[in-house]
């Protein structure tokens, strides 16, 4: 059966249940009409069926995993429940819990739109102008933004800042200015309760919070990336290893924007330098199939990496490629391999960018200085552990799963990508993306 139409048919049960209950309170709380309380709740199905529409057509991968339905359940039926028991309780912003947790753990496009529609069932039954309307979602779909920030005591604390302050300049203007009115109890509760809500995000178990961001992100890039076997990954290299000898045939270097002198590093076309026709390249694959056919699976898994992260990926595809390019000169042995690979590089007037990734690669040399570089270490980190232990029969291989954890730590512990660049949500999406896409290996 379709998952689009099971989906369709859980969130339609799960949240005609919770905003149906959520009227049958307010009835009973709400010093309103009937009319008057049936108006919102209709308008809400209808904002409902487009939020579905757009959740079905863009998130529908995360939302078929249980743990991200589930929690988009929850955070609904929290929002809708409190709002229903704001005239007997003030739990004043407290009914944005529901869609911050949403934004901050599965993604904040989910979260914002459920702001909106949840903001605007808040204003409808409370009465309030469209002046409170603005306020309460900009309040919400700031912290459904910066939630997922929220992952030191240090961004907890640059974060919570923030919300607050965007709080009390929210306020300030509402009150004309009038800075008494700003402290008042019943103005600074609300600004309160928005840094608490951060502070709840930062207290959120750390292997909850992680199991789901990696469902969520597997999930979206789950149509490319999930159940690849080892025959399949090197299929693939040989797949773009054909597409690279195309891209040498129609790239002109001439027309490249690059100086014959030197180079821009700011205009610099990595692409010109990753065709299969590339006289480095050239030579290693003719001198040295295997150790080119390492480096074209590298390159392949170090350029999904680097989209994965939203950052180079020609750099990072280039940097697989010529990582070893020094063993032309050093052959198999292991030598002084990365001079010479810099220095081969330097005579093939490589870009900078590049040679820095020969160079840091293995960390012996230097230490990564770029996102990239970091990506093309790992991911010959574990690609080399997991051959190694391929081809030591005698020795009993760890699940592959265990190799990239351990990689992942050791790198960090040792300090080796503390000049990358890289955020500890950079990090963790890295470490899920080789979850997802290296074969699993022994149990």
């Given at each position: 059966m379709d998952?689009?139409h099971?989906?369709s048919?859980?969130?339609?049960l799960?949240f005609?249940?919770?905003?149906?209950?959520?009227?049958?309170?307010?009835?009973?709380?709400l010093?309103?009409s009937n009319?008057?309380?049936?108006?919102?709740?209709v308008i809400?199905?209808?904002?409902?069926?487009?939020v579905?529409t757009?959740?079905?057509?863009?998130?529908?991968?995360i939302?078929?995993?249980k743990?991200s339905?589930?929690l988009?359940?929850?955070?609904?039926?929290?929002?809708?429940?409190l709002?229903s028991?704001f005239?007997v309780?003030p739990?004043?912003?407290?009914?944005?819990?529901g869609?911050?947790?949403?934004?901050s753990?599965?993604?904040?496009?989910?979260g914002?739109?459920?702001q909106?529609?949840l903001?605007?069932l808040f204003c409808?039954?409370n009465?309030?102008?469209l002046e409170?309307?603005?306020y309460y979602?900009?309040?919400?779909?700031t912290?459904?933004?910066?939630?997922?920030?929220?992952?030191?005591?240090?961004?907890?604390?640059?974060?919570?800042?923030t919300t607050?302050?965007?709080?009390?300049?929210?306020?300030f203007?509402?009150?004309?200015l009038?800075?008494?009115e700003?402290?008042?109890?019943?103005?600074l509760?609300p600004?309160?309760?928005?840094?608490?809500?951060m502070?709840?995000?930062?207290?959120?178990?750390?292997?909850?919070?992680?199991?789901?961001?990696?469902?969520?992100?597997?999930?979206?890039?789950?149509?490319?990336n999930?159940?690849w076997?080892?025959d399949?990954?090197?299929?693939m290299a040989?797949?773009?290893?054909?597409?690279?000898?195309?891209?040498?045939e129609?790239?002109?270097?001439?027309?490249s924007?690059?100086?014959?002198?030197?180079f821009?590093?700011?205009e610099?076309?990595?692409?010109?330098?990753?065709g299969?026709?590339?006289p480095?390249?050239?030579?290693l694959?003719?001198e040295m199939?295997?150790v080119y056919?390492?480096?074209?699976l590298?390159?392949?898994?170090?350029e999904?990496?680097a989209h994965?992260?939203?950052?180079?990926?020609?750099?990072?595809?280039a940097?697989?490629l010529y990582?070893?390019?020094?063993?032309l000169?050093?052959?198999?042995s292991?030598g002084?391999?990365?001079?010479q690979?810099?220095l081969?590089g330097q005579e093939?007037?490589?870009?900078?960018?590049i040679?820095?990734?020969?160079r840091?690669?293995?960390?012996?040399?230097?230490?990564?200085?770029?996102?990239e570089?970091a990506?093309v270490?790992l991911?010959?980190?574990?690609i080399?552990?997991?051959?190694?232990?391929?081809?030591e029969?005698?020795?009993?291989?760890p699940?592959?799963?265990?190799?990239?954890e351990?990689?992942f730590?050791?790198r960090?512990?040792?300090?080796?990508?503390?000049?990358t660049?890289?955020?500890?949500?950079e990090?963790?999406?890295?470490?899920?993306?080789?979850?997802?896409?290296i074969?699993k290996?022994?149990?």
């Amino acid at each position: 059966m379709d998952k689009r139409h099971d989906f369709s048919r859980l969130f339609w049960l799960i949240f005609v249940i919770a905003t149906v209950a959520s009227a049958v309170i307010g009835k009973y709380t709400l010093e309103i009409s009937n009319i008057e309380l049936i108006k919102p709740y209709v308008i809400v199905f209808l904002f409902l069926a487009l939020v579905e529409t757009t959740l079905k057509g863009r998130f529908h991968e995360i939302l078929e995993e249980k743990a991200s339905f589930l929690l988009l359940a929850f955070g609904y039926t929290l929002a809708v429940i409190l709002i229903s028991l704001f005239p007997v309780i003030p739990v004043y912003v407290l009914w944005m819990v529901g869609p911050v947790l949403i934004g901050s753990l599965l993604h904040p496009i989910i979260g914002i739109c459920f702001q909106l529609v949840l903001t605007f069932l808040f204003c409808m039954l409370n009465g309030h102008n469209l002046e409170f309307f603005i306020y309460y979602f900009l309040i919400g779909g700031t912290m459904c933004f910066l939630g997922k920030y929220v992952v030191s005591l240090m961004s907890l604390i640059y974060i919570g800042i923030t919300t607050m302050s965007i709080h009390v300049i929210l306020i300030f203007l509402m009150k004309n200015l009038a800075l008494e009115e700003v402290l008042k109890p019943e103005s600074l509760f609300p600004v309160l309760i928005s840094g608490g809500m951060m502070f709840i995000l930062y207290l959120l178990p750390k292997t909850w919070k992680d199991q789901v961001a990696h469902q969520a992100d597997s999930s979206l890039n789950s149509s490319a990336n999930r159940n690849w076997s080892a025959d399949h990954v090197y299929k693939m290299a040989e797949n773009m290893e054909n597409a690279t000898l195309l891209v040498a045939e129609t790239d002109q270097p001439n027309d490249s924007g690059v100086d014959a002198e030197g180079f821009k590093e700011t205009e610099v076309d990595y692409d010109i330098y990753v065709g299969g026709e590339a006289p480095l390249l050239k030579r290693l694959k003719e001198e040295m199939p295997a150790v080119y056919r390492h480096s074209l699976l590298i390159s392949l898994l170090s350029e999904k990496a680097a989209h994965f992260i939203e950052c180079n990926g020609t750099l990072a595809k280039a940097g697989g490629l010529y990582h070893e390019i020094g063993k032309l000169s050093h052959g198999t042995s292991s030598g002084n391999y990365i001079e010479q690979g810099v220095l081969l590089g330097q005579e093939a007037k490589l870009p900078e960018a590049i040679l820095d990734i020969i160079r840091e690669h293995s960390g012996k040399q230097g230490v990564p200085t770029s996102k990239e570089a970091a990506i093309v270490m790992l991911t010959d980190n574990i690609i080399a552990t997991i051959k190694y232990f391929e081809k030591e029969s005698d020795k009993k291989a760890p699940n592959h799963d265990k190799i990239i954890e351990n990689i992942f730590d050791v790198r960090l512990g040792q300090g080796v990508l503390d000049e990358t660049g890289l955020t500890l949500n950079e990090y963790k999406r890295l470490k899920s993306f080789y979850h997802e896409n290296i074969p699993k290996g022994n149990k």
